[in-house]
């Protein structure tokens, strides 16, 4: 298990990130944290002939909160977010989720932004930035522009990043008054991509619940909070179009989505409540 | 008996039953330790990479080493062809003509099978070598359950064992069919028990040397035993025994049997040796290990008994289908033999029948594996007594109070020929439920229940034999056959111990530890005998066939170093220590019997002031041999070879002692089971072992803890995984889940010690016992919980979720769905619809066309057409970031112009392949529109499938879809734009 | 694109890699596909740290990269240029003392065949450096990261704890 040769560059700036991923046409591939990419570049799944490793550009390290949106850089390490003071005031999903994330060994070196793009279906963070109404701030040298959680990933590990282009930043609405939030998570092991996971938050609009794991993407959907949940979340698990794999069969996610997420679009409800109260006073 | 948890050969202040530091932690903690692959290699090492078969079950056509062999760093290729020029097969352990190569020779037959190796400078390069070798395999339908192996038409794999079936033996023991007749109840059981492990963290390593003016080889390998297939590889390398130098590093990184396995690639390493006239270096990567080490064997068992209304047990019918995999390597069938002697497990039964088959499938060929049987025995026998319980209302812990062996029955003869050494079961499991607090467990349950909670309670008590007779497994044999091959038994262990001029004291022992703290124990025990520290004695473990003592037994298995090894380090001591004492007896003036040797002194109890220092003593044969009394034998060496008169040949009755000691487990434990999820929570894990004497306590709770974790893995989350068609699908350790802390609860350990008259020190093996009680004990808990008859290993909460929410509603939509694949299975169906601006004439003559389809295939290049409808293509295939180049192949048949069509296609690559079939249909729907429906059947397998199933099942279905859909969009000139997304997509130019 | 920055480390070329092991400055060559583990056991012969599954799970190449506890498999020997790493070598006050956490170790018996034990004490290091008063919980979740195939674990969460608790007198003192 050795990777294939392939030729690497220390990007120092954002622009020079971007020229070598314009240069290098497909060939080209940013390195982030390395935790999904190496494995891929060790078993020779993936041979680019050369990685831009964009760790060290000042720029994309940041993590900005203007009060309405926490804005996270390519560079921000899992680990960096998790112990970022406040965190759980200011998005308590992210701080709910980022212990899930594989271990404290990988979170030290994986990024938020990596995560993204690597869009794995059973990733916690992917499934968070579509239960928040996410944004990923993509750049080339072409262009810049932001899509949407959900056009962004189109699929299982696919997205609709070009392949010059670099995410600078994933976004996520700060905390609003009068919101709540869960976040749960079935794996067969503590660290293991989830079979299921589920985020939920509760607004003025209803409970939107997100799940992950079980189809290509995660997906969301606003659920009646009334008699009606249980048939919803039945028609919701039966829409996802689960499959069987090695640990999971679809039924089962099915049901996990009928019993499991409705105790999370519950609880999101719950917390929305507790929050109103400690707001009030 | 009662329990003597004291008696320490009489000796109160000895350092036996001890939990001293071990000796060999300060190295390890401090990242000193000497692994294989930490020792240096000779100058001009070269390294070596294998390739492996993506199949389950192929011809190899071609195998095309040129380009490899010309790129830099590259010193040599290694394929079938050179193997069985310089080597020979490995010996099989059933008589039978077939052949067992380490190595492809002409034909694949398991997923991870090498077959070629690459030699060069570095791993990297080799890895890079592997790329450019080119095989082409023509698939073969594969057989992966071993009742499948056993049907009619089931894909042969060896010639030599026609209908699969490598041995098939039927034995009887007392009256079965007495019992079964006469008995009130008949109850039985079916069990598939799977395949899983032991994945030690450090994976095989192999050095090897050949010297062509010697003809020899010298191996260093992290092998672990028994040394008897020393001869097996001598045998296939064509050198006698004395021309395999085989040593084993300082330190081995943990084995549980499996590194027994690595003996296959000593071979193929040490003619790759000699292919490349250099030292060649082969470490195993976590990916071969899964796929290509060795695995336990999976047994399909169906078991009955004959039942007495009371619940006692009158006779048991055994039908057990052993899978040992693609070949019957050595040792096997021995897991299945193994436990020969102890199938009534701990159960008084005299009544016995059993028939033994073993079969061959497209799987990893099987061996040593901690628990080496007795998980594949315990779990029906035990499951069996649950059900007992259940079907006559009895409550089970009566069942197995009625059927233990009594105490007073010791050393007892089961049926099956054991002689259980000693023991006192009815007292043990009395001691476990009290000081275990079973009471308090029934109280949990009778609480949770009340709670509308899934609390169950499982039993299991087990039989654990230890030092195994190596005749045991010519039981696989009839007795005429055995004559013929000449009697095999017992199980020599070896110690040496060397006295050096100035008195200090070395052992070395043909043990091969890994991890079990062999040299601490040796130097307790040698420390006992000379009255020294433990810290002044040396103990050597690594093995050297050309300089130690040794024979076919030794090295590191079925738990024999406490009982055997450390007994003949006493022995080798104590004679020491007599010649020590007459020539002390000289120099002090007294009787050798009365002197005692403690605190590194020799003195007379009575005259402790007139002593002699051990050190001088010791010295005394180097400095002044002629000073020693006449009749005293040298006291510089003294080697001790010991073997138990116990472990005799099976006799003509088929009764054979299968293992020299048996210890005692029962074990109880209380679980809850999620009614949402599924997943199993143990609440309460208790186990009691009888292992004899006790020489080291933390050791022991280190073998208990280690065993239980992982038979813990066994029974919740490990499973090596094939699909039908025989793809493997536990390729990475994220496939093939192995407990961590988070999933290893605390247990309780109890003890209760009747130590065996058989060994030495009195102790028993006890390593491999919680392997064969755990699964089984936490099996019985779930089945309790739920209340159901029916549970198979691993319960994974998917599993359980049918008994646990019954049935599931019908899906909403009514359309047509596709159908979905059974659980596990690797097939893709689909089909799919579209309507095309042109006529069915237009789109037939494109499928026709290479340049066309070229275009439509998606990330084709360089189409060629090969005949009239056959046609090959370079194809551009990734999902993601993986991607990889394929050949491919599309031929079309079944032609009914213009209306259907056939198109089966094949890819095939570095990461895997696959195969599909469709079936396309066009139907004119105005003169210039086409009604395009099609359906299609797929298999996708090889190395991405073993990493990422779920990823290639998606991707396939999309590049199928895309297939049809651009066919579609060229024929009308146009592409639909979702298609058009994905398919710029899939190509990564979006 | 030297205009921009750094040049391209070139593939299939050996570059010079340096950075701080356990305090010292090393340094030596490596393509840029030479990953962090092979450098530090076959290039600087640092074997103290292990290699068990090369995909990031087993936790055997665990070191410390700028004080954080990582998989050397899962990093490129050029991506830790100019980083500080610590690995199981540098844990000992002296070559004949072991730390306090390796002497729990030792006394608790947690470990059995060794392999897997640098990674882990990599990782422990950190978390008691980081969160002195952690208890079970927490050791068992950090300890996730790591597979041990003989010790059940139960023995290295006792060792875990028991340094904790003898760093916490210490610190106390
Ligand atoms: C043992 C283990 C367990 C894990 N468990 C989980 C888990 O439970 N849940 C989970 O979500 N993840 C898990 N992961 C993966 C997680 O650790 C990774 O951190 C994450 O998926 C990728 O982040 P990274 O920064 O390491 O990205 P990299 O590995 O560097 O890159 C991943 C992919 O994204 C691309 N990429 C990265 N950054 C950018 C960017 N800014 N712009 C464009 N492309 C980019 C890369 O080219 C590459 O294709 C696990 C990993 C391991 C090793
Ligand atoms: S070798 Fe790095 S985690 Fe296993
Ligand atoms: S001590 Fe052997 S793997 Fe942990």
């Given at each position: 298990m050795k990777p294939a040769r392939f030729a690497y560059l220390r990007a120092a700036t954002t622009e020079h990130a971007l020229e070598a991923l314009h240069q290098g046409g497909g060939e080209a591939r940013v390195i982030a944290g390395g935790q999904s990419l190496v494995p891929m570049l060790t078993m020779r799944l993936a041979r680019p002939a050369l990685l831009v490793d964009i760790m060290h550009v000042a720029a994309l390290s940041r993590t900005d909160d203007d009060g309405a949106r926490i804005t996270i850089g390519a560079a921000v390490r899992q680990r960096a977010l998790e112990t970022r003071d406040g965190l759980a005031q200011r998005q308590p999903l992210l701080a709910m989720a980022l212990p899930w994330v594989g271990h404290m060994q990988t979170r030290s070196r994986g990024t938020v932004c990596g995560s993204i793009a690597h869009a794995d279906p059973s990733a916690e963070l992917p499934l968070v930035l579509v239960a928040l109404g996410g944004q990923v701030h993509l750049l080339s040298r072409r262009r810049a522009r932001r899509l949407a959680a959900e056009e962004f990933l189109t699929g299982m590990m696919v997205t609709a990043r070009a392949e010059d282009e670099l995410i600078e930043a994933v976004s996520v609405p700060a905390i609003r008054p009068g919101t709540g939030y869960a976040f749960r998570e079935i794996s067969r092991r503590h660290g293991d991509f989830a079979i299921a996971a589920f985020a939920a938050v509760a607004d003025e609009r209803g409970v939107r619940l997100a799940v992950g794991g079980v189809a290509a993407i995660p997906m969301a959907r606003v659920l009646p909070t009334d008699q009606a949940l249980g048939d919803a979340l039945d028609a919701f698990a039966w829409d996802l179009d689960a499959r069987d794999d090695l640990h999971a069969s679809a039924r089962y996610r099915r049901e996990l989505v009928r019993r499991i997420g409705g105790d999370v679009a519950l609880e999101a409800l719950r917390d929305q409540q507790a929050r109103a109260v400690k707001e009030a006073v | 008996m009662a329990p003597d948890v004291h008696a320490r050969n009489g000796d109160e202040a000895g350092w036996v039953g001890k939990s001293v530091p071990r000796v060999e932690d300060a190295a390890l903690l401090a990242g000193r330790g000497r692994f294989i692959d930490d020792l240096g290699t000779p100058p001009g090492t070269l390294h070596a990479a294998i390739l492996r078969s993506p199949h389950a079950h192929a011809t190899i056509e071609r195998i095309a080493t040129e380009a490899a062999r010309a790129m830099p760093g590259v010193a040599a290729v290694l394929t079938g062809a050179e193997l069985r020029d310089l080597a020979s097969s490995l010996v099989v352990g059933v008589k039978a003509p077939v052949e067992c190569w380490p190595m492809a020779i002409d034909r694949v037959r398991y997923v991870g099978e090498p077959v070629a190796v690459a030699v060069a400078a570095d791993r990297y390069l080799a890895e890079d070598a592997l790329d450019a070798i080119e095989v082409r395999y023509a698939p073969l339908p594969a057989v992966v359950a071993p009742r499948d192996a056993l049907g009619d038409g089931a894909p042969l794999l060896h010639e030599g064992f026609p209908g699969n079936l490598a041995s098939d033996r039927s034995f009887s023991y007392g009256d079965p069919d007495g019992a079964f007749a006469s008995a009130p109840h008949r109850i039985g059981v079916a069990v598939e028990y799977p395949r899983s492990a032991c994945t030690p963290i450090e994976t095989y390593g192999v050095v090897a040397e050949y010297d062509p003016a010697l003809d020899a080889y010298d191996v260093l390998a992290n092998f672990q035993g028994p040394f008897s297939i020393h001869a097996v590889i001598a045998r296939a390398l064509r050198v006698p025994g004395n021309r395999l130098r085989l040593r084993t590093p300082p330190e081995s990184g943990g084995s549980f049997g499996v590194k027994q396995g690595v003996f296959p690639y000593i071979v193929v390493i040490a003619v790759a040796a000699r292919l490349a006239g250099r030292p060649v270096?082969?470490?195993?990567?976590?990916?071969?290990?899964?796929?290509?080490?060795?695995?336990?064997?999976?047994?399909?068992?169906?078991?009955?008994?004959?039942?007495?209304?009371?619940?006692?047990?009158?006779?048991?019918?055994?039908?057990?289908?052993?899978?040992?995999?693609?070949?019957?390597?050595?040792?096997?069938?021995?897991?299945?033999?193994?436990?020969?002697?102890?199938?009534?497990?701990?159960?008084?039964?005299?009544?016995?029948?059993?028939?033994?088959?073993?079969?061959?499938?497209?799987?990893?060929?099987?061996?040593?594996?901690?628990?080496?049987?007795?998980?594949?025995?315990?779990?029906?026998?035990?499951?069996?007594?649950?059900?007992?319980?259940?079907?006559?209302?009895?409550?089970?812990?009566?069942?197995?109070?009625?059927?233990?062996?009594?105490?007073?029955?010791?050393?007892?003869?089961?049926?099956?020929?054991?002689?259980?050494?000693?023991?006192?079961?009815?007292?043990?499991?009395?001691?476990?439920?009290?000081?275990?607090?079973?009471?308090?467990?029934?109280?949990?349950?009778?609480?949770?229940?009340?709670?509308?909670?899934?609390?169950?309670?499982?039993?299991?008590?087990?039989?654990?034999?230890?030092?195994?007779?190596?005749?045991?497994?010519?039981?696989?044999?009839?007795?005429?056959?055995?004559?013929?091959?000449?009697?095999?038994?017992?199980?020599?262990?070896?110690?040496?111990?060397?006295?050096?001029?100035?008195?200090?004291?070395?052992?070395?022992?043909?043990?091969?530890?890994?991890?079990?703290?062999?040299?601490?124990?040796?130097?307790?025990?040698?420390?006992?005998?000379?009255?020294?520290?433990?810290?002044?004695?040396?103990?050597?473990?690594?093995?050297?066939?050309?300089?130690?003592?040794?024979?076919?037994?030794?090295?590191?298995?079925?738990?024999?170093?406490?009982?055997?090894?450390?007994?003949?380090?006493?022995?080798?001591?104590?004679?020491?220590?007599?010649?020590?004492?007459?020539?002390?007896?000289?120099?002090?003036?007294?009787?050798?019997?009365?002197?005692?040797?403690?605190?590194?002194?020799?003195?007379?109890?009575?005259?402790?002031?007139?002593?002699?220092?051990?050190?001088?003593?010791?010295?005394?044969?180097?400095?002044?041999?002629?000073?020693?009394?006449?009749?005293?034998?040298?006291?510089?060496?003294?080697?001790?070879?010991?073997?138990?008169?116990?472990?005799?040949?099976?006799?003509?009755?088929?009764?054979?002692?299968?293992?020299?000691?048996?210890?005692?487990?029962?074990?109880?434990?209380?679980?809850?089971?999620?009614?949402?999820?599924?997943?199993?929570?143990l609440d309460r894990y208790v186990t009691m072992h009888d292992c004899g004497r006790i020489l080291h306590p933390g050791m022991v709770a280190g073998q208990v803890t280690g065993g239980f974790a992982h038979a813990l893995g066994a029974a919740l989350l490990e499973e090596q995984s094939y699909a039908p068609d025989g793809s493997l699908l536990t390729g990475t350790l994220a496939d093939y889940l192995i407990p961590t802390a988070m999933e290893v609860p605390e247990l309780v350990i109890l003890h209760y010690e009747t130590p065996s008259p058989f060994t030495p020190l009195g102790a028993k093996g006890v390593g491999e016992g919680n392997t064969m009680s755990t699964p089984v004990c936490i099996a019985n808990a779930v089945a309790d919980a739920l209340g159901v008859a029916e549970i198979q290993l691993p319960l994974l909460p998917s599993r359980l979720s049918e008994a646990l929410h019954g049935a599931e509603s019908s899906p909403p939509r009514r359309e047509a769905r596709p159908p979905q694949a059974a659980p596990g299975e690797r097939a893709l169906f689909g089909s799919g619809r579209a309507e095309v601006d042109a006529a069915p004439e237009q789109l037939w003559a494109m499928l026709l066309d290479p340049d066309l389809l070229a275009r439509v295939v998606p990330g084709a290049h360089n189409v060629q057409r090969m005949g009239e409808t056959r046609f090959q293509a370079e194809v551009t295939l990734g999902i993601g970031p993986v991607r990889g180049r394929y050949r491919a192949e599309i031929a079309l048949s079944d032609l009914d112009a213009p209306r259907s069509v056939t198109l089966s296609g094949s890819v095939d690559g570095a990461l895997g392949f696959g195969r599909g079939r469709g079936r396309l249909r066009l139907e004119p729907v105005g003169p210039t529109r086409t009604v395009l429906t099609y359906d299609y059947e797929a298999a996708v397998g090889g190395k991405v499938a073993s990493i990422g199933g779920r990823l290639l099942d998606g991707a396939a279905r999309v590049i199928i879809g895309q297939f049809f859909a651009s066919l579609a969009a060229q024929a009308s000139g146009r592409r639909p734009s979702l298609w058009r997304r994905l398919l710029r997509l899939l190509r990564g130019r979006a | 694109m030297s205009r921009h920055g750094p040049a391209v480390l070139d593939a299939g070329q050996r570059h010079p890699v340096r950075f701080t092991l356990n305090g010292r400055t090393v340094s030596g060559e490596a393509e840029p596909r030479m990953l962090l583990h092979d450098f530090l056991r076959h290039v600087l012969g640092a074997t103290g740290t292990h290699v068990g599954c090369e995909h990031g799970i087993c936790g055997a190449c665990t070191v410390q990269i700028d004080g954080a506890p990582a998989r050397a498999c899962l990093t490129l020997a050029v991506q830790a240029d100019g980083a500080e790493i610590r690995t199981v070598e540098g844990l000992a006050p002296a070559a004949d003392r072991l730390s306090v956490l390796q002497e729990a170790f030792r006394t608790h018996h947690g470990l059995q065949c060794g392999f897997c034990t640098p990674g882990i004490l990599m990782t422990l290091d950190a978390l008691l450096r980081e969160r002195p008063d952690c208890g079970e919980a927490e050791v068992r979740e950090a300890l996730s990261g790591h597979l041990c195939r003989c010790t059940g674990y139960a023995p290295i969460v006792k060792a875990a704890l028991a340094a904790a608790e003898a760093l916490r007198e210490t610190d106390h003192a």
């Open positions: - | 270096k082969w470490i195993e990567d976590r990916m071969e290990h899964l796929a290509g080490a060795v695995s336990a064997t999976n047994r399909s068992t169906r078991l009955q008994a004959a039942v007495a209304e009371d619940g006692r047990i009158l006779a048991l019918d055994w039908d057990q289908i052993e899978d040992c995999g693609a070949h019957l390597r050595a040792p096997e069938p021995a897991t299945l033999y193994r436990m020969h002697g102890n199938m009534t497990g701990a159960y008084a039964i005299r009544n016995v029948r059993i028939r033994n088959r073993v079969v061959v499938t497209n799987k990893l060929p099987t061996g040593l594996n901690r628990g080496f049987g007795g998980p594949q025995v315990y779990f029906p026998l035990e499951r069996l007594i649950s059900r007992i319980a259940a079907t006559l209302g009895l409550d089970p812990l009566e069942v197995v109070r009625r059927n233990l062996v009594p105490a007073d029955a010791f050393p007892y003869r089961t049926a099956t020929g054991a002689l259980l050494d000693s023991g006192d079961y009815a007292a043990a499991l009395e001691a476990a439920l009290r000081d275990g607090a079973h009471a308090s467990l029934l109280a949990r349950r009778a609480q949770a229940r009340a709670e509308g909670r899934l609390y169950g309670i499982g039993y299991a008590a087990v039989v654990e034999p230890s030092v195994s007779n190596m005749g045991y497994i010519t039981t696989v044999l009839t007795a005429a056959e055995r004559r013929r091959a000449g009697p095999k038994n017992g199980a020599q262990a070896t110690a040496t111990i060397t006295l050096d001029p100035g008195g200090a004291v070395s052992v070395h022992v043909a043990s091969v530890p890994q991890g079990q703290g062999h040299r601490t124990v040796l130097a307790q025990v040698v420390a006992d005998v000379f009255g020294l520290r433990p810290a002044e004695i040396r103990v050597i473990t690594e093995m050297d066939t050309a300089k130690d003592a040794w024979s076919i037994a030794s090295g590191n298995y079925s738990s024999r170093f406490a009982p055997a090894v450390a007994g003949a380090a006493q022995i080798a001591a104590t004679r020491l220590r007599e010649r020590l004492a007459r020539i002390a007896a000289v120099q002090l003036n007294a009787r050798p019997d009365e002197l005692v040797f403690a605190a590194g002194k020799v003195f007379s109890p009575g005259n402790p002031g007139n002593a002699v220092a051990f050190s001088r003593l010791a010295a005394t044969g180097h400095w002044a041999p002629a000073t020693l009394p006449e009749d005293v034998e040298q006291p510089l060496r003294e080697t001790a070879f010991w073997t138990p008169p116990q472990l005799g040949a099976p006799n003509d009755a088929d009764e054979v002692n299968s293992s020299l000691c048996h210890g005692f487990i029962f074990d109880f434990c209380g679980v809850e089971v999620d009614r949402d999820t599924g997943a199993v929570r | -």
